[in-house]
Nanobody, 121 residues
Framework: QVQVQESGPGLVKPSQTVSLTCTVS??????????WSWIRQPPGKGLEWIGY???????YYSPSLKSRTSISRDTSKNQFTLQLSSVTPEDTAVYYC?????????????WGQGTQVTVSS
């Protein structure tokens, strides 16, 4: 049974970098052929895909966020991390990590509970 859990600071100031970590248990983040995504949901809005890191370590980001986004992993800890730089209040959202069996279709079989990130001065 795969479980994923997000963690990180709940409150950050504008212009700072948000760093969130997803810890995976019950499965390896290097297992073929899975993709590990970050997804967010701003208040009152729908889900927005941010990017993924694949089983191979390859990354792919939403074009609208690519310039500010970095996803990395620590295979020894079975964790992957989202860094979102130069944040503004528009980045306030619940952030989720999730697993997908494909890098081309937004289908997810395991989700974390989500973690609130609020950008405010």
């Amino acid at each position: 049974q795969v479980q994923v859990q997000e963690s990180g600071p709940g409150l950050v100031k504008p212009s700072q970098t948000v760093s969130l970590t997803c810890t995976v248990s019950g499965g390896s983040i290097t297992t073929n052929y899975y993709y590990w995504s970050w997804i967010r949901q701003p208040p009152g809005k729908g889900l927005e895909w941010i990017g993924y890191i694949a089983y191979s370590g390859s990354t792919y980001y939403s074009p609208s966020l690519k310039s500010r986004t970095s996803i990395s992993r620590d295979t020894s800890k079975n964790q992957f991390t989202l860094q979102l730089s130069s944040v503004t209040p528009e980045d306030t959202a619940v952030y989720y990590c999730a697993r997908s069996p494909t890098g081309h279709v937004p289908e997810y079989d395991y989700w974390g509970q989500g973690t609130q990130v609020t950008v405010s001065s």
